[in-house]
């Protein structure tokens, strides 16, 4: 095959208007894709930007490749049908256990609409994929507001804490974290000729982190106690 005879197919498929219309669908499904990665990479999450855009894009790509490769119109959704599956082992690598907690599942169920917005693009539902990506925009901006505000979101903490020696300053937050049912979490610490320093985590809502805080550095026995912020448990 010369240059002249790609240069004809090519010619061909844009005279038709389908790669034209695909090409369409594409950019608006990494758009929307985008819009919603922004989100999740000014909250630092995991699947930030590039995940959500390769994903919508990913989708749409697909779907589009269903309607052009289908030989009989019952063909047309199995290529795409594949993508529910793929997107769910996605979605579940995203999701970390860690003693007890849970993180994560925003990000997942997140990837799970993007991928479906992708198919509406891909589809050629356009009103449908741009009511969607507002509609997941509005509940990640409005609703995350909602929950930090009425102390409904739960944050993994980090403080840093310094004392005489190790023993003392676990024996000292442990009665701090008592009559709040807490327990400090991912323990370490490390020590220098002046001092100890224990950096542990602590989960609870804003305010139980803010109160907690305070208490901790009313504390007698305590040094210099700093909060090393919050993190979202999704």
Do not use: W
């Not at 917005?117 to 990640?140: K, P």
């Not at 020696?165 to 974290?177: F, P, Y």
Request: charge should be neutral; charged fraction near 15%; include cysteine.
């Amino acid at each position: 095959m010369n240059v002249h005879s790609i240069l004809d197919i090519l010619h061909q498929e844009m005279v038709s208007g389908f790669a034209t219309t695909s090409l369409m669908r594409l950019v608006l499904a990494a758009v929307l894709g985008g819009a919603i990665g922004l989100e999740r990479e000014l909250k630092q999450r995991p699947a930030g930007l590039r995940t959500n855009i390769f994903i919508c894009f990913g989708a749409a790509m697909f779907t589009v490749l269903s309607s052009g490769l289908a030989g009989v119109p019952s063909d047309a959704a199995r290529i795409a049908a594949q993508i529910i599956p793929g997107i769910g082992f996605i979605g579940a690598g995203s999701i970390l256990h860690t003693r007890g907690l849970t993180s994560g599942l925003t990000t997942a169920s997140t990837l799970f609409v993007v991928a479906s917005v992708g198919m509406a693009a891909g589809g050629g539902l356009y009103v449908t994929a741009v009511f969607a990506t507002l509609a997941v925009l509005i509940t990640l901006f409005v609703l995350g507001h909602l929950e930090r505000s009425f102390n409904l979101k739960t944050l993994l903490t980090t403080y840093e804490v310094t004392g005489l020696t190790a023993e003392e300053i676990s024996l000292e937050v442990n009665r701090i974290l008592e009559h709040r049912h807490q327990m400090m979490q991912n323990v370490l610490s490390g020590s220098t000729r002046d001092h100890v320093r224990v950096q542990f985590d602590v989960s609870g809502c804003d305010r139980e982190q803010r109160e907690l805080l305070q208490e901790l550095k009313k504390s007698a026995v305590l040094g210099r106690v700093t909060s090393l912020g919050p993190v979202e448990l999704e």
